[in-house]
């Protein structure tokens, strides 16, 4: 009941703001030129606050939408600040503007009237006093005759996602913030220090990205465990790629596999004890399976955990490699063998904190996902609590597999997202890198080599969507759709391999660089392999697939 005061509050204090913008701000928020924009580095006070902000989110954008309603005779469309900063489609024109204002023709508002029409006057956009007549039609997008951006319309296809008038705009809208000022900005320096803060976890919290997805009563936030669907899922890991950072959504978010064998076979008191503080990013968790014996042999499992004569801890002896997110985790959920059984029957979950006696942990230097601080982690006689198992022995190794299958579609929203920032990346290269006296993309071999990237990036998209939809119905669950998502991987991954090589080619020797305008390709392209090996090689997916067939 507060919390439905909260949002009507807030809602009153947004159309109020609509008058007196600078009177109303929230706390940690700038005004410039009418929109309302988070100030760098600002966040929640502290993560109990976070029901009350996106109770006041809510409550923003439900105004802003009622506000659109008593324009309708106006034909225009108003919505909440962040909406109105993503949607403004003409500011990414970038530095390709030629000043040509077809733009401003094509645009059935005035908006971009309102805005002189000189060389990267578009960028002027977002300061314009009626940027919030925007109406979302894209006519921008489809008259400018450079940038590509008639390839955006059909590279960006999130099916119901892109409907703004549906439950997905704010949670878009909360990772977007969090993308653009809390990574975006630090991305090229973490790369270079080859880590990131650790207290990104509770910032990620507090932005309402870090504790989607995970059940309220644990700290979960919008959208939590109750409302959210595929969809949801889908443009949270698609614009946490976006910045094409080294493994850093690998690491940062290790809790979207570490932490659901918990909250399916562990007690009351370990989901009150443990996942309400790994929720909300004061404690971080990381999975802890792959043996460097096994590799995606899940059932082979040779780590041992035996139960002492008293029957109060077990004694774990073995190694796990290619752990991400290890060398700071503060809990490893670790696949052990706990009984003399031999392949999955024998598999279960301990929950080992980082403090227990005789775990070492060892960074690995890695081609890629230099952010992921990947790790070995060996354990010489470590005594578990036995209260730290997670539901009975031998129930690990089905959590461990159920586990699998929403990782392994995170890999491939991840990896076609990726694609379609080299993609970007490349088009806007292409148009302003001049050979014998013309734009690259004038020739016609470059324009091939694009659009060849776009068809694999297009098809890649519809067979994540269609997944995403199955996956929405209640009577599709992801065992029956764990063929499906295997070839959903190999797809993207295999495609995202396509892509990534072909920009580089386009980008020379620039993309072989570290720096300057080919350091997002050849950051991606380091990518490649781990995604295509990473939850399931290549080979281990085919084979699902074909058995799931009954082939």
């Given at each position: 009941?507060?919390?439905?005061?909260?949002?009507?509050?807030?809602?009153?204090?947004?159309?109020?703001?609509r008058?007196?913008?600078?009177?109303?701000a929230?706390?940690?928020?700038?005004?410039?030129?009418?929109?309302?924009?988070?100030?760098?580095?600002?966040?929640?006070?502290?993560?109990?606050?976070?029901?009350?902000?996106?109770?006041?989110?809510?409550?923003?954008?439900?105004?802003?939408?009622?506000?659109?309603a008593?324009?309708?005779?106006a034909?225009?469309?108003?919505?909440?600040?962040?909406?109105?900063?993503?949607?403004?489609?003409?500011?990414k024109?970038?530095?390709?503007?030629?000043?040509?204002?077809?733009?401003?023709?094509?645009?059935?508002?005035?908006?971009?009237?309102?805005?002189p029409?000189?060389?990267?006057?578009?960028?002027?956009?977002?300061?314009?006093?009626?940027?919030?007549?925007?109406?979302?039609?894209?006519?921008?997008?489809?008259a400018?005759?450079?940038?590509?951006?008639?390839?955006?319309?059909?590279?960006?296809?999130?099916?119901?996602?892109?409907?703004?008038?549906?439950?997905?705009?704010?949670?878009?809208?909360?990772?977007?913030?969090?993308?653009d000022?809390?990574?975006?900005?630090?991305?090229?320096?973490?790369?270079?220090?080859?880590?990131?803060?650790?207290?990104?976890?509770?910032?990620?919290?507090?932005?309402?990205?870090?504790?989607?997805?995970?059940?309220?009563?644990?700290?979960?936030?919008?959208?939590?465990?109750?409302?959210?669907?595929?969809?949801?899922?889908?443009?949270?890991?698609?614009?946490?790629?976006?910045?094409?950072?080294?493994?850093?959504?690998?690491?940062?978010?290790t809790?979207?596999?570490?932490?659901?064998?918990?909250?399916e076979?562990?007690?009351?008191?370990?989901?009150?004890?443990?996942?309400?503080?790994?929720?909300?990013?004061?404690?971080?968790?990381?999975?802890?399976?792959?043996?460097?014996?096994?590799?995606?042999?899940?059932?082979?499992?040779?780590?041992?955990?035996?139960?002492?004569?008293?029957?109060?801890?077990?004694?774990?002896?073995?190694?796990?490699?290619?752990?991400?997110g290890?060398?700071?985790?503060?809990?490893?959920?670790?696949?052990?063998?706990?009984?003399?059984?031999?392949?999955?029957?024998?598999?279960?979950?301990?929950?080992?904190?980082?403090?227990s006696?005789?775990?070492?942990?060892?960074r690995?230097?890695?081609?890629g996902?230099?952010?992921?601080?990947?790790?070995?982690?060996?354990?010489d006689?470590?005594?578990?609590?036995?209260?730290?198992?997670?539901?009975?022995?031998?129930?690990?190794?089905?959590?461990?597999?159920?586990?699998?299958?929403?990782?392994?579609?995170?890999?491939?929203?991840?990896?076609?997202?990726?694609?379609?920032?080299?993609?970007?990346?490349?088009?806007?290269?292409?148009?302003?890198?001049?050979?014998?006296?013309?734009?690259?993309?004038?020739?016609?071999?470059?324009?091939?080599?694009?659009?060849?990237?776009?068809?694999?990036?297009?098809?890649?998209?519809?067979?994540?969507?269609?997944?995403?939809?199955?996956?929405?119905?209640?009577?599709?669950?992801?065992?029956?759709?764990a063929?499906?998502?295997?070839?959903?991987?190999?797809?993207?991954?295999?495609?995202?391999?396509?892509?990534?090589?072909?920009?580089?080619?386009?980008?020379?020797?620039?993309?072989?660089l570290?720096?300057?305008?080919?350091?997002?390709?050849?950051?991606?392209?380091?990518?490649?392999?781990?995604?295509?090996?990473?939850?399931?090689?290549?080979?281990?997916?085919?084979?699902?697939?074909?058995?799931?067939?009954?082939?």
């Amino acid at each position: 009941m507060s919390q439905i005061v909260l949002c009507l509050a807030a809602g009153a204090v947004a159309l109020l703001a609509r008058f007196s913008p600078a009177a109303f701000a929230p706390a940690g928020f700038q005004v410039q030129s009418g929109l309302q924009q988070p100030a760098h580095g600002a966040g929640l006070s502290a993560s109990a606050d976070a029901p009350r902000s996106f109770g006041a989110l809510a409550g923003m954008a439900a105004a802003g939408m009622a506000i659109g309603a008593a324009a309708g005779a106006a034909g225009r469309c108003q919505k909440s600040a962040s909406l109105l900063a993503r949607r403004s489609h003409a500011v990414k024109i970038y530095d390709t503007c030629i000043g040509c204002t077809l733009c401003v023709r094509a645009c059935p508002t005035d908006v971009l009237e309102m805005v002189p029409a000189t060389i990267n006057a578009a960028k002027q956009v977002a300061s314009s006093p009626r940027v919030e007549d925007c109406v979302g039609c894209k006519r921008c997008e489809t008259a400018c005759p450079t940038d590509f951006l008639s390839i955006r319309v059909y590279l960006q296809d999130r099916g119901p996602v892109d409907n703004e008038e549906t439950q997905y705009s704010l949670g878009l809208d909360l990772v977007d913030w969090f993308v653009d000022n809390d990574m975006l900005p630090y991305v090229d320096d973490w790369e270079e220090a080859g880590g990131f803060p650790k207290d990104l976890h509770r910032r990620a919290y507090q932005a309402g990205v870090y504790g989607a997805f995970w059940p309220e009563k644990y700290g979960g936030t919008f959208p939590t465990a109750e409302e959210a669907d595929m969809f949801h899922y889908f443009i949270f890991y698609d614009e946490l790629a976006r910045p094409c950072a080294s493994g850093l959504y690998g690491s940062l978010m290790t809790h979207s596999i570490s932490l659901p064998p918990l909250l399916e076979l562990g007690s009351e008191k370990q989901k009150e004890a443990v996942a309400r503080q790994i929720i909300s990013g004061e404690k971080t968790c990381c999975l802890a399976v792959t043996e460097p014996g096994g590799g995606s042999d899940v059932a082979n499992v040779q780590t041992t955990a035996v139960l002492d004569a008293s029957g109060t801890y077990y004694v774990v002896n073995g190694q796990k490699t290619f752990i991400s997110g290890g060398m700071h985790a503060d809990y490893f959920t670790t696949g052990v063998r706990t009984s003399g059984k031999t392949g999955n029957q024998g598999i279960s979950v301990l929950l080992v904190p980082r403090a227990s006696a005789g775990l070492n942990t060892t960074r690995l230097k890695t081609q890629g996902w230099h952010l992921s601080s990947t790790t070995l982690v060996t354990f010489d006689d470590v005594k578990v609590p036995a209260e730290n198992l997670l539901g009975r022995e031998g129930d690990g190794f089905l959590a461990i597999m159920r586990n699998f299958n929403n990782e392994r579609l995170a890999l491939a929203i991840i990896a076609n997202r990726q694609a379609r920032v080299c993609l970007e990346e490349t088009v806007r290269y292409a148009q302003v890198r001049k050979t014998f006296g013309k734009p690259l993309s004038s020739h016609q071999v470059i324009r091939h080599k694009l659009m060849e990237c776009g068809r694999h990036i297009m098809a890649t998209n519809g067979m994540i969507l269609s997944i995403c939809a199955q996956k929405a119905r209640p009577a599709d669950s992801s065992e029956q759709l764990a063929g499906a998502i295997a070839l959903a991987k190999v797809q993207a991954t295999k495609s995202f391999e396509f892509v990534a090589r072909e920009c580089s080619q386009v980008f020379g020797g620039k993309s072989y660089l570290r720096s300057g305008p080919g350091r997002v390709v050849e950051r991606a392209y380091r990518e490649v392999r781990v995604l295509a090996m990473g939850g399931g090689s290549e080979e281990i997916m085919l084979d699902l697939a074909s058995r799931q067939a009954r082939l």
